[in-house]
T-cell receptor, first 112, second 112 residues
Framework: DAKTTQPTSMDCAEGRAANLPCNHS???????VYWYRQIHSQGPQYIIH???NNETNEMASLIITEDRKSSTLILPHATLRDTAVYYC?????????????FGKGTMLLVSP | DVKVTQSSRYLVKRTGEKVFLECVQDMDHENMFWYRQDPGLGLRLIYFSYDVKMKEKGDIPEGYSVSREKKERFSLILESASTNQTSMYLC???????????FGPGTRLTVL
């Protein structure tokens, strides 16, 4: 699986957009980009994933560059409850069993 | 909603004890996973299972074994607990063709 690089920490003001970057310069053509987050004292939670098109759901938007070497997770209106560690993961989506390799992630702190 | 439950939130055991961590999921998922999470190291995969009675080693299986006798239940066993197994243990489940993993709340194990 391709390795990802994320900033260790980021700050965001409540109500503003949080833009979390991820570099995955060695990503292969059949690898998806996944984002999970982990709120303190809870298990990780799936947010969104994509292959090459931009994706949006009720939680966030995922913007993947045309060369697919980097992506950005956007939380459009961050709240205090979005304070968490955010993990960017690249993984082949196959039809069999699947595993995820979590890196160290980005600690996002949303402040009032 | 998918629910993954773990038998205990907090557990304290002594060195040399046999420890059982239980995980149950209620969504008929084929895949189940055990991770441990340590500060500075992120989540690391211990074992996973893609079917009843099937198991595969993850990245750090040493000192652990698993059991999957029923589809909904995946047990992690520490045959002889050691202090370096003090950690947060997270269980997850997923469908085979879909990479979203659903995590339980975690068990914080302390081995004295």
């Amino acid at each position: 699986d391709a390795k990802t690089t994320q900033p260790t920490s980021m700050d965001c003001a409540e109500g503003r957009a949080a833009n979390l970057p991820c570099n995955h310069s060695t990503i292969s053509g059949n690898e998806y980009v996944y984002w999970y987050r982990q709120i303190h004292s809870q298990g990780p939670q799936y947010i969104i994933h994509g292959l090459k098109n931009n994706e949006t759901n009720e939680m966030a938007s995922l913007i993947i560059t045309e060369d697919r070497k980097s992506s950005t997770l956007i939380l459009p209106h961050a709240t205090l409850r979005d304070t968490a560690v955010y993990y960017c993961i690249v993984r082949v989506a196959d039809s069999g069993y699947s595993t995820l390799t979590f890196g160290k992630g980005t600690m996002l702190l949303v402040s009032p | 909603d998918v629910k993954v439950t773990q038998s205990s939130r907090y557990l304290v055991k002594r060195t040399g004890e046999k420890v059982f961590l239980e995980c149950v999921q209620d969504m008929d998922h084929e895949n189940m996973f055990w991770y441990r999470q340590d500060p500075g190291l992120g989540l690391r995969l211990i074992y996973f299972s893609y079917d009843v009675k099937m198991k595969e080693k993850g990245d750090i299986p040493e000192g652990y074994s698993v059991s999957r006798e029923k589809k909904e239940r995946f047990s992690l066993i520490l045959e002889s607990a050691s202090t370096n197994q003090t950690s947060m243990y997270l269980c997850a489940s997923s469908l085979p063709s879909y990479n979203e993993q659903f995590f339980g709340p975690g068990t914080r194990l302390t081995v004295l």
